[in-house]
């Protein structure tokens, strides 16, 4: 079993749509949960940043948590053309300073 | 926020020649920096972890003779492709820690883009 688990889509949606980006996690260790955001040959880029079970906001991305099932989800409200990019997962454990990736998402907004 | 620079953004090389990638962190210090390669819609694969003041921790099959990294300061690691060739044609990317009490977060640079022709 892979320690992370993402579907690397694509996933298409059409504008305004909600959508949900998920990850699966295996190693308990896991105590800090990212998302970054990476368009196309560039660096990623840090949307969300939690360490506790439940949900986070940030304008129009929610991060959310389920420590008890592995399971973390950003969710893109009123999504843009401009949110078309890959989303990757990213997981710290406790006292390590090296993360853990998912291999991203690659999510397509059709006006 | 924190900002991580990397130059060049694109480099062309020829076969045999050594290449030089500059990630500098630009507003906090950084004693971890790390050095990722990406293929094409791939995840990151990380080559090797950078240390300021000691030398470089590589990830399994990555030839550190041939990937020479250097972190000479808390602001700046050197990736340096030596004597590249055509398979060695990828995007490349640095991060570099931030840490602030238990929060450890990683800021990428732009990436280059590495084409050994």
């Known amino acids: 079993q892979k320690e992370v688990e993402q579907d690397p889509g694509p996933l298409s949606v059409p504008e305004g749509a909600i959508v949900s980006l998920n990850c699966t996690y295996s190693?308990?260790?896991?105590?800090?949960f990212m998302w970054y955001r990476q368009y196309s040959r560039k660096g990623p880029e840090l949307l969300m940043y939690?360490?506790?079970?439940g949900n986070k906001e940030d304008g129009r991305f929610t991060a959310q948590v389920d420590k008890s099932s592995k399971y973390i989800s950003l969710f893109i409200r009123d999504s843009q053309p401009s949110d078309s990019a890959t989303y990757l997962c990213?997981?710290?454990?406790?006292?390590?300073?090296?993360?853990?990736f998912g291999r991203g998402t690659s999510l397509i907004v059709h006006p | 926020g924190a900002v991580v620079s990397q130059h060049p953004s694109w480099v062309i090389c020829k076969s045999g020649t050594s290449v030089k990638i500059e990630c500098r962190s630009l507003?906090?210090?950084?004693?971890?920096m790390f050095w990722y390669r990406q293929f094409p819609k791939q995840s990151l694969m990380l080559m090797a972890t950078?240390?300021?003041?000691?030398?470089?921790?590589?990830e399994q099959g990555v030839e550190k003779d041939k990937f020479l990294i250097n972190h000479a300061s808390l602001t700046l690691s050197t990736l340096t492709v030596t004597s590249a060739h055509p398979e060695d044609s990828s995007f490349y990317i640095c991060?570099?820690?931030?840490?602030?009490?238990?929060?450890?977060?990683?800021?990428f640079g732009a990436g280059t883009r590495l084409s050994v022709l």
């Open positions: 991060s570099a820690s931030l840490i602030s009490g238990d929060k450890n977060i990683q800021y």
């Open positions: 190693n308990s260790a896991f105590q800090y």
């Open positions: 939690t360490y506790s079970s």
């Open positions: 990213a997981f710290f454990s406790g006292g390590s300073y090296i993360p853990t």
């Open positions: 507003d906090f210090q950084a004693t971890t």
């Open positions: 950078s240390n300021e003041g000691s030398k470089a921790t590589y």
